[in-house]
């Protein structure tokens, strides 16, 4: 994933649980702490964690809030990850301009999910 954003001329920044110096195509690495940061910062936020009781809910009302409006957010890692209640409020009210969906809490995505009526959001 660094390298494709690399290849496209992306700054590309990580967090990690335990931080440690950047992989090739990787500027900059922070720990859980620097998450704030880079929700902040990012245009593009891909989200490629394992479930954990640490990740569970990971992305929420909060932490979209801090996005920025313009920011895309893509997940491919669990659905359980984020809130997806929460992410249709946010795609609903423009607090970021989109997301791409691979994964769900519940799979498949049930019929009756708001997600699949808004436009900005791609679920494949």
């Known amino acids: 994933i660094a390298r494709l954003g690399?290849?496209?001329?992306?700054?590309?920044?990580?967090?990690?649980?335990?931080p440690?110096?950047?992989?090739?195509?990787?500027?900059?690495?922070v720990g859980l702490e620097g998450?704030?940061?880079v929700l902040r910062e990012s245009d593009y936020?891909?989200?490629a964690v394992p479930l954990t009781a640490e990740t569970r809910c990971l992305i929420g009302a909060r932490e979209l809030?801090?996005?920025?409006?313009?920011?895309?957010?893509?997940?491919?890692?669990r659905g359980e990850v984020v809130d997806e209640s929460e992410l249709a409020?946010?795609?609903?009210?423009?607090?970021?301009?989109g997301?791409?969906?691979d994964v769900f809490e519940t799979e498949p995505l049930s019929p009756d999910s708001p997600l699949?009526?808004?436009d900005n959001c791609i679920i494949t």
């Not at 440690?20 to 690495?29: H, M, S």
């Not at 409020?89 to 301009?97: D, F, M, N, T, V």
């Open 45 to 47: 936020l891909v989200i």
């Open 116 to 118: 699949w009526q808004l």
């Open 6 to 18: 690399t290849a496209f001329g992306m700054r590309v920044l990580a967090v990690k649980r335990n």
């Open 65 to 77: 809030e801090l996005m920025k409006t313009t920011a895309i957010l893509i997940n491919i890692a």
């Open 20 to 29: 440690g110096p950047p992989p090739e195509d990787v500027n900059r690495v």
């Open 89 to 97: 409020a946010a795609l609903k009210q423009g607090l970021i301009a």
């Open 99 to 101: 997301a791409g969906l």
């Open 35 to 37: 998450l704030e940061m």
